[in-house]
């Protein structure tokens, strides 16, 4: 109310002037506007998503878990319709990529660019890169230079590596990311719930566009993702349990040394949005 009052006042007082035919010096030209760059990401999307208290509840129980492996997740509709996980170890979870010695943390499903991506499981979703704007080779080639030098991929690095995305908040701590789309779905935005297999974007190659058109597809748990750590046989099995029967509705974390499932079978009455 008191800036309201306040450009009143002025307004008034301009109008005086201009009545009185007050001679003014003429005004100093404005300074340019400092140009802003471009949005590029959508800055962390819990700072643009008031989190769902039961969410909360269900990181902090995944918390709990410390560094045991948080391996299980089950039901996931494959984000591609008609597409099988891939078995090549390049294209899996906790592959190395030295280029920007770095690893893989998502599970690559090979697709023609403009390839409906669909969410996995119902959620939330809680980031869009609708403005992602793509970095020039050199930025990239300057940035992966950085990583090798520093010996890890900075995580604005990976970031920006993943080109667009979508982020879905599948509740119990687990988020799917679909990375490195040429387009979001037309009216998707923050914060809309979305079904399993709703098209949330298209394929493309942003962020990496040496890599070719694919949907990079994530599955974080907790502070995780689905598959870090894990040897060939433990991350096929893994992979087949994320996409195997059931609903996420029931998936959880346990600890690769078992037991734990029951536990997160038995929270019951959170089930996941
Ligand atoms: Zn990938």
């Given amino acids: 109310m008191r800036l309201v009052?306040?450009?009143?006042?002025?307004?008034?007082?301009?109008?005086?002037?201009?009545?009185?035919g007050v001679a003014r010096a003429p005004a100093p030209a404005a300074a340019p506007a400092a140009v802003a760059p471009p949005p590029r990401a959508t800055p962390d999307p819990r700072a643009l998503v008031p989190p769902d208290r039961s969410l909360e509840l269900d990181r902090a129980f995944i918390g709990r878990l410390g560094d045991r492996p948080i391996q299980v997740v089950r039901g996931l509709a494959p984000p591609i319709?008609?597409?099988?996980?891939?078995?090549?170890?390049?294209?899996?979870?906790?592959?190395?990529?030295?280029?920007?010695?770095?690893?893989?943390?998502g599970i690559d499903f090979p697709a023609r660019a403009g390839t409906p991506a669909r969410a996995a499981a119902p959620g939330y979703v809680v980031r869009i890169d609708r403005d992602f704007t793509d970095w020039t080779a050199g930025e990239l080639r300057t940035a992966i230079a950085e990583a090798v030098r520093l010996g890890y991929t900075p995580p604005d690095t990976l970031d920006r590596i993943r080109?667009?995305?979508?982020?879905?908040?599948?509740?119990?701590?687990?988020?799917?990311?679909?990375?490195?789309?040429?387009?979001?779905?037309?009216?998707?935005?923050?914060?809309?719930?979305?079904?399993?297999?709703?098209?949330?974007?298209?394929?493309?190659?942003?962020?990496?566009?040496?890599?070719?058109?694919?949907?990079?597809?994530?599955?974080?748990?907790?502070?995780?993702?689905?598959?870090?750590?894990?040897?060939?046989?433990?991350?096929?099995?893994?992979?087949?349990?994320?996409?195997?029967?059931?609903?996420?509705?029931?998936?959880?974390?346990?600890?690769?040394?078992?037991?734990?499932?029951?536990?997160?079978?038995?929270?019951?009455?959170?089930?996941?949005?």
């Fill in 81 to 105: 319709e008609g597409a099988t996980p891939p078995t090549d170890p390049l294209l899996l979870p906790y592959s190395p990529r030295t280029y920007r010695a770095g690893v893989h943390e």
């Fill in 5 to 20: 009052i306040t450009v009143a006042w002025l307004s008034v007082v301009a109008g005086c002037a201009a009545l009185t």
């Fill in 163 to 273: 080109g667009r995305q979508v982020w879905i908040d599948q509740g119990r701590g687990v988020v799917t990311r679909y990375a490195h789309l040429s387009a979001v779905a037309a009216g998707l935005a923050v914060g809309d719930a979305v079904a399993v297999g709703q098209v949330i974007g298209a394929v493309g190659s942003s962020g990496f566009p040496e890599g070719g058109p694919h949907l990079h597809f994530e599955v974080r748990i907790g502070e995780g993702y689905l598959g870090s750590g894990l040897g060939a046989d433990e991350l096929a099995r893994v992979i087949a349990r994320a996409f195997g029967p059931g609903r996420l509705a029931e998936a959880g974390a346990a600890g690769a040394q078992g037991g734990l499932e029951d536990d997160l079978d038995g929270l019951g009455g959170d089930r996941p949005r």
